[in-house]
């Protein structure tokens, strides 16, 4: 890497923190370190929501997920937009009324202690996992590029979050977030211009288009309904607005953001804003996907995206046999180019034949990708084969000019420290709010609250550090993210679902009922095949089920509890 | 007055009503999934 390139990753990761710190670091009471003081607009609040959601994984995998499985993924987030409605008009209400500094608060304003207790826990073991791959994914790439040991850079990076977020609470977050995004979407829309201008030197932006779209890597929608395909549009439809309204309604680092809002208006316009912002975005990032995928048709792409994979292979005893490979793969990759460069020089691009040939040519290219992959496994059991989240950042580190470099991984960095810092604030509150202050030590100060909640953020950061640590082989990032997420944000919504809508229903039947669901979304995930989305449906209409359905032997022996 | 206060404070700062946002923010998506749906078609 550059200079200049340093400069630039430098300077806008300093900036940041430094601001975060010299902003926030006055912060004199809970309320203002837990909720930001109330005072937020909407568009800090939208930002904040984006910049929450947009992890460094967001930009590693989800272009390499459009470049090996085509655009489909952006079905993941059709449900989003119909999540933001439903919550502005139930849950953003409710909270507000409440005047709660935590989703989990309600819970037992409606239910029973237990019930809090028990959304909370769920909540801090999903998120606390997830911390850490957030710290995880740009060290990664860090230690990739840099040729740094991944352990010192995940130390590293995670103490620079845990500073800030630490020293100002929630309004260092929020302050942060705008600065974030704005890097974020400057970074987003360059690495998308960069792309298309490289491209225009061999082919037209329309037929570079074309080109993705016959390699079956434009497949924005698809209407089948298939129960084993994970990404089609009716589960985007249905078990995305269920994710959606899990994440965004009862997950406490997305909560915490609009809690954060002057009044009920600004909550709700931040939750809008986002669903009408946030499909576009990510159709925007997998499109740099496809045409990164478009750009690898003119230059040979690595064998292997992964280069520490690549390297051992190759300094082992299958070195021969993965060079020979890598020369096949040249070749048929070499007879790609050709047969492109011909469909455009013919302007025959539309012709079946013409794909039919270039389809088996990838094919092929695919099959010796996997004999390379079979030669990496025998050479080093443990190795990690999947080498999606490499993709884009081969791109970035061998393709754009200088400068252009520290933007991108200011961005990716950026888009790490503003999701582990919302992680993190929002572990430290539920830890502090619903756990601490509510079972442990109920009569403390502000201020002794104040010191609990900034030991539990650096307690928290040093979970996720550690987790991070341990992260190493989990296949495509973006994904276990959010199977880690399924797996407990279909209860934690059946109960949060049971609490808005129903009236009758009491704090022992959804107990059980979260219970029973969460054994049945375990058992689903370990010994079916049901795509991960389908498990957020599962655990919420289990949970509202079973609720009704033991409700009324049980609700003879306890105290039903409403809200109006 | 306090209600007045309330009622000004929960209006939208464009549109007028919170319908019509709701309604804005469905028909985006509903117009985004039939170009989609038209991108996958017209590029497949």
Request: one cysteine or more.
């Given at each position: 890497?550059?200079?200049?390139?340093?400069?630039?990753?430098?300077g806008?990761?300093?900036?940041?923190?430094?601001?975060?710190?010299?902003?926030?670091?006055?912060t004199?009471?809970?309320?203002?370190?837990?909720?930001?003081?109330?005072?937020?607009?909407?568009?800090?609040?939208?930002?904040?929501?984006?910049?929450?959601?947009?992890?460094?994984?967001?930009?590693?995998?989800?272009?390499?997920?459009?470049?090996?499985?085509?655009?489909?993924?952006?079905?993941?987030?059709?449900?989003?937009?119909?999540?933001?409605?439903?919550?502005?008009?139930?849950?953003?209400?409710?909270?507000?009324?409440?005047?709660?500094?935590?989703?989990?608060?309600?819970?037992?304003?409606?239910?029973?202690?237990?019930?809090?207790?028990?959304?909370?826990?769920?909540?801090?073991?999903?998120?606390?996992?997830?911390?850490?791959?957030?710290?995880y994914?740009?060290?990664?790439i860090?230690?990739?590029?840099?040729?740094?040991?991944?352990?010192?850079?995940?130390?590293?990076?995670?103490?620079?979050?845990?500073?800030?977020?630490?020293?100002g609470?929630?309004?260092?977050?929020?302050k942060?977030?705008?600065?974030?995004?704005?890097?974020?979407?400057?970074?987003?829309?360059?690495?998308?211009?960069?792309?298309?201008a490289?491209?225009?030197?061999?082919?037209?932006?329309?037929?570079?288009?074309?080109?993705a779209?016959?390699?079956?890597?434009?497949?924005?929608?698809?209407?089948?309904?298939?129960?084993?395909?994970?990404?089609?549009?009716?589960?985007?439809?249905?078990?995305?607005?269920?994710?959606?309204?899990?994440?965004?309604?009862?997950?406490?680092?997305?909560?915490?953001?609009?809690?954060?809002?002057?009044?009920?208006t600004?909550?709700?316009?931040?939750?809008?804003?986002?669903?009408?912002?946030?499909?576009?975005?990510?159709?925007?990032?997998?499109?740099?996907?496809?045409?990164?995928?478009?750009?690898?048709q003119?230059?040979?792409?690595?064998?292997?995206?992964?280069?520490?994979?690549?390297?051992?292979?190759?300094?082992?005893?299958?070195?021969?046999?993965?060079i020979?490979?890598?020369?096949?793969?040249?070749l048929?990759?070499?007879?790609?180019?050709?047969l492109?460069?011909?469909?455009?020089?013919?302007?025959?691009?539309?012709?079946?034949?013409?794909?039919?040939?270039?389809?088996?040519?990838?094919?092929?290219?695919?099959?010796?990708?996997?004999?390379?992959?079979?030669?990496?496994?025998?050479?080093?059991?443990?190795?990690?084969?999947?080498?999606?989240?490499?993709?884009?950042?081969?791109?970035?580190?061998?393709?754009?000019?200088?400068?252009?470099?520290?933007?991108?991984?200011?961005a990716?960095?950026a888009?790490?420290?503003?999701?582990?810092?919302?992680?993190?604030?929002?572990?430290?509150?539920?830890?502090?709010?619903?756990?601490?202050?509510?079972?442990?030590?109920?009569?403390?100060?502000?201020?002794?609250?104040?010191?609990?909640?900034?030991?539990?953020?650096?307690?928290w950061?040093?979970?996720?550090?550690?987790?991070a640590?341990?992260?190493?082989?989990?296949?495509?990032?973006?994904?276990?993210?959010?199977?880690?997420?399924?797996?407990?944000?279909?209860?934690?919504?059946?109960?949060?679902?049971?609490?808005?809508?129903t009236?009758?229903?009491?704090?022992?039947?959804?107990?059980?009922?979260?219970?029973?669901?969460?054994?049945?979304?375990?058992?689903?995930?370990?010994f079916?095949?049901?795509?991960?989305?389908?498990?957020?449906?599962?655990?919420?209409?289990?949970?509202?089920?079973?609720s009704?359905?033991?409700?009324?032997?049980?609700?003879?022996?306890?105290?039903?509890k409403?809200?109006? | 007055?306090?209600?007045?206060?309330?009622?000004?404070?929960?209006?939208?700062?464009?549109?007028?009503?919170?319908?019509?946002?709701?309604?804005?923010?469905?028909?985006?998506?509903?117009?985004?999934?039939?170009?989609?749906?038209?991108?996958?078609?017209?590029?497949?």
């Amino acid at each position: 890497m550059s200079t200049i390139d340093w400069i630039v990753l430098c300077g806008f990761t300093g900036f940041i923190v430094l601001f975060g710190i010299w902003k926030t670091h006055k912060t004199k009471n809970v309320d203002e370190y837990l909720r930001a003081g109330k005072t937020s607009s909407w568009w800090v609040v939208a930002l904040s929501i984006m910049a929450t959601q947009a992890s460094a994984i967001t930009f590693l995998s989800t272009p390499g997920q459009a470049y090996v499985d085509g655009m489909r993924f952006v079905q993941f987030y059709i449900g989003l937009p119909i999540a933001m409605i439903i919550l502005s008009i139930t849950a953003v209400p409710v909270y507000s009324k409440l005047n709660v500094f935590t989703a989990y608060e309600y819970l037992e304003k409606r239910f029973d202690l237990k019930n809090r207790v028990l959304g909370s826990i769920l909540f801090l073991t999903q998120r606390g996992l997830a911390a850490g791959f957030t710290i995880y994914a740009p060290a990664l790439i860090l230690s990739v590029i840099l040729g740094w040991d991944i352990h010192t850079t995940i130390i590293l990076m995670g103490f620079l979050v845990i500073l800030y977020t630490t020293i100002g609470g929630s309004n260092a977050v929020n302050k942060t977030h705008i600065f974030q995004m704005i890097i974020i979407t400057v970074g987003m829309f360059a690495a998308f211009f960069m792309i298309i201008a490289f491209l225009s030197k061999d082919i037209s932006f329309i037929d570079a288009t074309h080109i993705a779209g016959k390699m079956g890597k434009l497949n924005a929608i698809d209407f089948s309904f298939n129960l084993s395909d994970r990404y089609t549009f009716w589960s985007g439809l249905i078990g995305g607005t269920f994710l959606m309204l899990s994440y965004f309604g009862t997950d406490q680092s997305q909560v915490a953001r609009y809690l954060a809002a002057k009044n009920i208006t600004q909550s709700r316009m931040g939750l809008l804003v986002n669903g009408l912002v946030k499909v576009p975005m990510q159709f925007i990032i997998l499109f740099i996907g496809a045409m990164v995928f478009v750009f690898f048709q003119f230059v040979t792409p690595p064998l292997f995206f992964n280069p520490v994979e690549t390297n051992n292979v190759k300094s082992g005893n299958y070195s021969e046999q993965y060079i020979n490979l890598e020369k096949e793969y040249g070749l048929i990759h070499q007879e790609k180019k050709n047969l492109i460069s011909e469909m455009i020089n013919k302007n025959s691009i539309s012709e079946s034949d013409y794909q039919k040939r270039l389809l088996a040519l990838e094919q092929k290219g695919n099959e010796i990708r996997d004999e390379a992959k079979s030669l990496i496994k025998q050479n080093n059991p443990s190795a990690d084969l999947n080498d999606t989240n490499y993709i884009f950042i081969t791109y970035i580190v061998n393709y754009l000019p200088v400068g252009l470099i520290g933007l991108l991984l200011a961005a990716i960095l950026a888009a790490s420290m503003s999701s582990t810092s919302a992680e993190l604030n929002s572990l430290s509150s539920t830890t502090m709010v619903d756990i601490y202050k509510r079972l442990i030590y109920k009569n403390g100060s502000d201020q002794h609250y104040l010191r609990f909640s900034k030991i539990a953020t650096v307690g928290w950061g040093f979970y996720a550090i550690i987790f991070a640590l341990f992260a190493n082989e989990l296949g495509s990032l973006i994904e276990a993210v959010n199977i880690l997420g399924s797996l407990v944000y279909g209860t934690i919504l059946g109960i949060f679902l049971t609490a808005f809508y129903t009236k009758k229903i009491t704090g022992h039947s959804v107990f059980i009922a979260a219970i029973i669901s969460e054994l049945v979304v375990l058992y689903s995930y370990f010994f079916t095949d049901i795509p991960f989305l389908w498990y957020n449906v599962i655990g919420c209409i289990l949970v509202f089920l079973i609720s009704s359905l033991i409700n009324p032997f049980i609700t003879a022996k306890s105290k039903v509890k409403t809200i109006s | 007055m306090p209600e007045q206060n309330k009622q000004v404070e929960d209006t939208p700062p464009f549109l007028g009503s919170w319908k019509k946002i709701y309604s804005l923010v469905l028909i985006e998506l509903i117009i985004l999934i039939a170009l989609f749906y038209l991108f996958t078609k017209a590029f497949s």
